[in-house]
């Protein structure tokens, strides 16, 4: 599976973007995808993840500013609204097998007046 990443960019607080993310390869293989970012000197971690049958999750800091979807069984988006600038991160895709996770080249959010 090979993970394409598209949408990052500079932005100012309280403003919107919209990540996409495309699959390739063994899609049919894939049970979840989702994103996760990485701040300068903090650990990765998960923004949302949804589920092929379109559960979905976030964490507690992007509930009600952050949606999670996907177009097909290829596809993810993530938009944000209302951000901060402690959003500020390289955002990466990611998907999710029985046994494997793959991973996405990172797209650069910032946020910033």
């Known amino acids: 599976v090979q993970l394409q990443a598209f949408g990052g960019g500079l932005v100012q607080p309280g403003g919107s973007l919209r990540l996409s993310c495309a699959a390739s390869?063994?899609?049919?293989?894939?049970?979840?995808m989702g994103w996760y970012r990485q701040a300068p000197g903090k650990q990765r971690e998960l923004v949302a993840d949804i589920t092929n049958g379109g559960i979905t999750n976030y964490a507690d800091s992007v509930k009600g500013r952050f949606v999670i979807s996907r177009d097909n069984a290829k596809n993810t988006n993530l938009q944000m609204n209302s951000l901060k600038a402690e959003d500020t991160a390289v955002y990466h895709c990611?998907?999710?097998?029985?046994?494997?996770?793959?991973w996405g080249q990172g797209t650069l959010v910032t946020v910033s007046s």
């Open positions: 390869g063994s899609i049919f293989s894939i049970n979840r």
């Open positions: 990611n998907a999710e097998t029985i046994t494997v996770q793959y």
